[in-house]
T-cell receptor, first 113, second 111 residues
């Protein structure tokens, strides 16, 4: 158990809908990262938040947004969902803003039908 | 953009054999991490490397940060059935925590 929690574990929704994925980092970690894992693209970095502020952005679609709250938990919002958004979404956390050991949560499996 | 090439793509070995896999980058990294992922689970951190030339062990696992800072290697000695899974390298440069991941090496161990 990494100490990172994610909810829900599974999510099935229809195209065009909007969903919210939630992540709680390890106790004491200030950075939260979101990654997408699909069969054809592998593990792709989406976005990093550090202590409530956006720190780095990867190949995140405009339809996707994230935020980190004062209690340091984070939410990833996915809107106008398409079939191609079906993937595993992982949250990871670390103590610092720079590259360091990142600990991954169990993931949310999103299926868009 | 930055790319990581991880090889081999898959390995099928006999229990007790040693395993080697590597990653090469098109650019310099400051950090190399190695993860193992079981199906449907999140990646689990195995080893972290922060310095060129660094050699670090974690039980039967040994990883090295290449001196060119563009590559890293992971060795598993005396493989056992529970070593089965997908191994990923990941690297980072710059002053953020953004990780670039390799495509993964799928390891299968025959008892």
């Amino acid at each position: 158990d990494s100490g990172v929690t994610q909810t829900p574990k599974h999510l099935i929704t229809a195209t065009g809908q909007r969903v919210t994925l939630r992540c709680s980092p390890r106790s004491g970690d200030l950075s939260v990262y979101w990654y997408q894992q699909s069969l054809d693209q592998g593990l792709q970095f989406l976005i990093q938040y550090y202590n409530g502020e956006e720190r780095a952005k990867g190949n995140i679609l405009e339809r996707f947004s994230a935020q980190q709250f004062p209690d340091l938990h984070s939410e990833l919002n996915l809107s106008s969902l398409e079939l191609g958004d079906s993937a595993l979404y992982f949250c990871a956390s670390s103590p610092y803003s720079q590259a360091y050991e990142q600990y991954f949560g169990p993931g949310t499996r999103l299926t868009v039908t | 953009g930055q790319q990581l090439n991880q090889s081999p793509q898959s390995m099928f070995i006999q229990e007790g054999e040693d395993v080697s896999m590597n990653c090469t980058s098109s650019s310099i990294f400051n950090t190399w991490l190695w993860y193992k992922q079981d199906p449907g689970e999140g990646p689990v951190l195995l080893i972290a490397l922060y310095k060129a030339g660094e050699l670090t062990s974690n039980g039967r696992l040994t990883a090295q940060f290449g001196i060119t800072r563009k590559d890293s290697f992971l060795n598993i000695s005396a493989s056992i059935p529970s070593d089965v899974g997908i191994y990923f390298c990941a690297g980072s440069s710059g002053n953020t925590g953004k990780l670039i991941f390799g495509q993964g090496t799928t390891l299968q161990v025959k008892p």
